[in-house]
């Protein structure tokens, strides 16, 4: 049987900080990226594996002492239920992967995409078009963010599934390096 435990967790969504404060500073966005890796990277590792499949900023809460919460796990779709992909549909558009919309599969590349957005938007504070209009990236909005940071992002929201990272412990490394340089 499944079980869901809700908490009520103090603070304001993501969504509302970036509209509040405007975009995070590079070193805030990557801890902040670096943790919802690691709760992605939890439900990822779960027997079955559980995608999050509507990473956006209403789903984050940032807290008082200025740590994330990811929210809202309503839409969570686990591998063993057995349901046709088509009956899964879920997301937001301009979060959600192009093989969520067009194709109706997600894979933890899915959540990796979404990761990609969101973190974009925590460095320029605007919400991502949906459509065939592309996002540009993040350096044309602000010269001050590393390369190596728009490199990630770049990583996470390519075309292909099979191009994102595949790895956690990867993609953290990467984000954790942007950190110190």
Do not use: F
């Not at 109706?104 to 959540?111: H, P, R």
């Not at 010269?143 to 990583?155: A, D, K, P, T, W």
């Amino acid at each position: 049987k499944l079980c869901m435990v809700m908490e009520y967790v103090e603070g304001i969504t993501l969504e509302a900080y970036l509209q509040k404060y405007g975009p995070a500073n590079e070193e805030k966005a990557i801890r902040w990226a670096v943790s919802l890796t690691e709760v992605l990277g939890y439900l990822h590792d779960q027997k079955p594996e559980m995608i999050y499949r509507d990473l956006k900023p209403s789903n984050i809460m940032v807290l008082p002492d200025g740590n994330i919460r990811l929210v809202d796990l309503g839409a969570v779709h686990v591998a063993a239920y057995g349901l046709h992909n088509n009956e899964l549909l879920a997301g937001t558009p301009g979060y959600s992967p192009p093989e969520q919309w067009q194709k109706g599969s997600v894979c933890k590349e899915s959540d990796v995409y979404a990761l990609g957005m969101v973190l974009h938007e925590m460095l320029t504070a605007l919400q991502p078009v949906s459509g065939c209009q592309k996002r540009r990236p993040v350096r044309e909005y602000d010269r001050s963010i590393s390369h190596s940071l728009e490199r990630v992002i770049e990583n996470c929201i390519r075309e292909q599934p099979q191009e994102r990272y595949h790895s956690k412990k990867k993609k953290k490394k990467e984000l954790l390096s942007c950190s110190k340089k």
